[in-house]
């Protein structure tokens, strides 16, 4: 039986697909269970919720900046592993900014994973309409 991530022993792709779970649900006590208390998020600058944010009260600021902005589902097209570190391709599809339009975005992350928990995550994404784009600036 996998053991459940955060333990310490789960593998890299389940606590990376963990957290993917916990943010559909916007289930911040997973979240924070799976979260190192170092942990790093960079997100790129080229999207509204773009920038650097430490540790678990960043963690906490990042995802309510996000879930915020938008309301989106992630499809992972393809999945590599190596080294401790997860890296889905895909997809974010939803609806975000005031007037709730809808949005497709391509989605690189780069989970970096010790010890069955989250030390770092790398957000790259496109934001497809622009300024103008659904969660505009």
Do not use: N, W
């Amino acid at each position: 039986m996998p053991e459940a991530p955060g333990s310490g022993s789960a593998a890299p792709q389940e606590v990376a697909g963990a957290m993917y779970d916990a943010m559909l649900r916007s289930d911040r006590t997973t979240l924070a269970a799976i979260a190192s208390p170092g942990l790093r998020i960079r997100v790129t600058e080229a999207l509204p919720c773009g920038g650097t944010d430490p540790g678990l009260a960043g963690f906490a600021a990042f995802f309510k900046k996000a879930f915020h902005l938008i309301e989106s589902r992630i499809e992972t097209a393809r999945l590599f592993e190596a080294g401790g570190q997860v890296v889905p391709v895909g997809r974010t599809q939803g609806t975000g900014g005031g007037a709730a339009r809808p949005f497709d975005s391509a989605i690189v992350h780069v989970f970096t994973v010790e010890a069955g928990r989250i030390v770092g995550f790398d957000a790259y994404g496109d934001d497809p309409l622009g300024p103008e784009g659904p969660v505009g600036r």
